[in-house]
């Protein structure tokens, strides 16, 4: 674990990470942060902030989405490429209608204004789990991505 932010963190700014942060960030993330502490002074990269695998934990299991996700997979015949389908799509409509857990959502809120002064528009994506999917066992591999605009309007969507 990093020493440069705690184990139960939900954001971490960019600055904050380096490329030993990938399993915590994902490697598009952990490689932002290590670019952003090794330029020279002067150049300049936009900031931006990552959220972390224990935050992708902790929407799974808020509201038991784990368990709902692992009763689909649990009665899933694989050999049935109709019922692939059918529990893919019952999967994603449940990752999609589920809300963030309020701390989650906190955090996503605070590192945005923080970054923004809640006064700049924005949008990001962060895929945890992708890159290290041999340390995800089995957790579903997901897309977060959010579009804020502003404090007072800032909205946060599952795609």
Same mark, same amino acid.
């Given at each position: 674990?990093?020493?440069? !932010?705690?184990? %139960?963190?939900?954001?971490?700014?960019?600055?904050?990470?380096?490329?030993?942060?990938?399993?915590?960030?994902?490697?598009?993330?952990?490689?932002?942060?290590?670019?952003?502490?090794? $330029?020279?002074?002067?150049? #300049?990269?936009?900031?931006?902030?990552?959220?972390?695998?224990?935050? !992708? #934990?902790?929407? $799974?299991? !808020?509201?038991? $989405? %784990? &368990?709902?996700?692992?009763?689909?997979?649990?009665?899933? %015949?694989?050999?049935?490429v109709v019922a692939?389908?059918?529990?893919?799509?019952?999967?994603?409509?449940?990752?999609?209608? &589920?809300? !963030?857990?309020?701390?989650?959502?906190?955090?996503? #809120?605070?590192?945005?204004?923080?970054?923004?002064?809640?006064?700049?528009?924005?949008?990001?994506?962060?895929?945890?789990?992708?890159?290290?999917?041999?340390?995800?066992?089995?957790?579903?591999? &997901? $897309?977060?991505?959010?579009?804020? #605009?502003?404090?007072?309007?800032?909205?946060?969507?599952?795609?």
């Amino acid at each position: 674990m990093s020493n440069r !932010f705690s184990a %139960d963190a939900l954001v971490v700014p960019f600055e904050q990470l380096r490329n030993s942060d990938v399993e915590i960030v994902g490697g598009k993330n952990a490689s932002l942060g290590e670019m952003i502490s090794q $330029l020279p002074h002067g150049v #300049r990269v936009p900031t931006g902030f990552a959220t972390t695998a224990h935050a !992708f #934990r902790e929407f $799974l299991k !808020f509201e038991d $989405l %784990d &368990q709902k996700i692992h009763a689909i997979l649990d009665a899933l %015949d694989t050999e049935d490429v109709v019922a692939l389908a059918e529990a893919g799509a019952k999967i994603r409509a449940l990752v999609e209608a &589920q809300p !963030f857990p309020p701390a989650l959502e906190a955090s996503i #809120r605070e590192a945005f204004v923080t970054l923004s002064g809640g006064q700049a528009d924005a949008s990001f994506a962060t895929s945890v789990a992708n890159e290290q999917a041999a340390h995800a066992g089995d957790a579903p591999r &997901q $897309l977060l991505s959010a579009a804020l #605009r502003g404090s007072r309007e800032a909205a946060i969507c599952h795609l």
